[in-house]
């Protein structure tokens, strides 16, 4: 911080001076940096996207000395300086293909980076710096590879003991993700989540709790939700809990109070797996009894 502080003071100086020797202000200076926020590796991709940083910048042609530099949290990657080619540093070798080419103008040629297959200690701050004899100019963005999680379910069991046990896992993601479980879209409260960190830099996660049977209606929906803190990355899975008919062997129905935005929802679930019981033989006859804000509405068979 410090550093970078003072080569900015140092640079106010440089162009202060050159301002006033030549009576022009040539400087350089970054009109926008291009760093994706996140990097999605995909592990089971052969050929991934390369992940491309930008740095736009105006320059004056004349300009003597011009040099571009990335870094990954102030160490440096990638060195381009337009009579040479492209140079990535010992880190990023051969992870950068330094044939790419983002502008045919003489000095903007290589100013990006293009990174093949990148890993997953890839992740940190990115600074473009461009400088010439007279100027220069530095910015930086932040940048989290996100290794996509091999596995991600959802399940539940009945225990011996009266309980419904929920379980959610994420096998091999980077970085630590959240879990959450929602039942009927509340947050279902757990114990802690488990988290194991695998030689290979991975995590597994797990989430549980248990529910008393009575207390899930059938049929309930059941969702968890994955995060990455920080990120856009989310994902879900949901279940639907389906509990024993509420009748005799002869009928089965259902029944819940519901509002309005819930109605399609149900009606699909419930009466889906009420038809499922007729078909597989179970019950003789399925209906559906509608109660609308506590009012009784009307029996409909299925
Ligand atoms: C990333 O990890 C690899 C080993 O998997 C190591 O060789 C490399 O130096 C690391 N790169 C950075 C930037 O930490
Ligand atoms: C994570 O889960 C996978 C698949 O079940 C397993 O092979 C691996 O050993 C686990 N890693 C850790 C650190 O427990
Ligand atoms: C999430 O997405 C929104 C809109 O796409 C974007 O503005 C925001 O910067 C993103 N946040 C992160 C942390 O990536």
Redesign the pocket.
């Known amino acids: 911080m410090n550093s970078s502080a003072n080569m900015d003071k140092l640079s106010t100086v440089k162009i202060g001076l050159f301002c006033l020797l030549f009576g022009v202000c040539a400087a350089v200076k970054i009109t926008s940096l291009k760093v994706p926020s996140t990097y999605l590796l995909d592990k089971n991709s052969k050929n991934p996207d390369p992940l491309i940083l930008d740095c736009e910048y105006d320059v004056d042609e004349n300009e003597k000395g011009f040099v571009l530099k990335w870094f990954l949290d102030g160490q440096p990657v990638y060195q381009w300086i337009p009579t040479k080619n492209p140079f990535p540093f010992q880190s990023f070798k051969n992870r950068v293909d330094t044939s790419y080419v983002v502008s045919q103008e003489r000095l903007h040629k290589h100013r990006a980076m293009a990174i093949i297959k990148p890993l997953a200690n890839f992740t940190g701050e990115y600074a473009c710096m461009v400088q010439t004899f007279a100027s220069i100019d530095r910015k930086s963005a932040k940048l989290k590879i996100i290794v996509q999680e091999s596995k991600f379910d959802l399940n539940y069991y009945l225990n011996g003991d009266g309980y419904i046990t929920v379980d959610c896992h994420a096998?091999?993601i980077s970085p630590e993700p959240e879990l959450q479980i929602r039942i009927n879209d509340k947050i279902f409260e757990t114990p802690k989540p488990r988290s194991?960190?695998?030689e290979n830099n991975l995590y597994?996660v797990s989430i549980s709790g248990s529910i008393p049977k009575e207390e899930l209606e059938s049929p309930t929906m059941i969702e968890c939700y994955l995060t990455v803190p920080e990120t856009n990355y989310t994902k879900k899975r949901s279940t639907i809990y389906y509990g024993k008919c509420q009748t005799s062997r002869k009928a089965c129905y259902c029944k819940r109070f519901f509002s309005p935005p819930l109605f399609a929802c149900f009606f699909r679930f419930c009466c889906s797996w009420c038809r499922r019981m007729l078909l597989r033989g179970y019950v003789t006859y399925a209906f559906l009894v509608v109660v609308y804000d506590g009012v009784f509405f009307g029996i409909v068979y299925l």
Request: proline share 0%; charged share 35%; no cysteine.
């Open positions: 096998r091999d194991v960190l695998g597994n």
